[in-house]
């Protein structure tokens, strides 16, 4: 493997749910994303084995963290300039509460949660 050098716009976008736009770039044992949210997202409550890092950019989120129901389910509230760590198969979904940019860290690189959602 090289290094790489690329400007956001070149990096191939997708759009695997309504409202949610992102570019991946895949290494040998991360992904970084750079994923945008337009108002009213709902990416449903999923885990993965990745451990993930998600730095919030600019906008508004609610993260759904845990399982609905459980006694350690919570809810937060969270704006650009926050950083999040979710550990390996920790459940937890978002909802963008105004058009938001997130740069997502997942480890190891694989499928993201909005992969295995339906649109």
């Known amino acids: ?3 790489t050098i690329r400007k956001l716009h070149d990096v191939e976008r997708d759009t695997p749910i309504d409202l ?3 570019r991946r770039v895949f290494g040998e044992k991360m992904l970084w994303a750079y994923v945008d949210l337009k108002e ?5 409550t999923h885990h993965h084995e990745n451990e993930q890092i998600a730095f919030v950019i600019s906008g508004k989120v609610l993260w759904k963290l845990g399982n609905e129901g459980s006694p350690n389910y ?17 459940p937890h ?27």
């Open 74 to 90: 919570r809810e937060e509230i969270v704006e650009g300039g926050t950083v999040i760590h979710l550990p390996s198969n920790f």
């Open 20 to 22: 949610l736009g992102r």
């Open 93 to 119: 979904g978002v909802v963008a509460l105004e058009d938001t940019q997130i740069l997502d860290v997942l480890s190891p690189p694989g499928e993201m949660g909005v992969d295995k959602q339906n649109p």
């Open 40 to 44: 009213g997202c709902n990416v449903a």
């Open 1 to 3: 493997m090289d290094a």
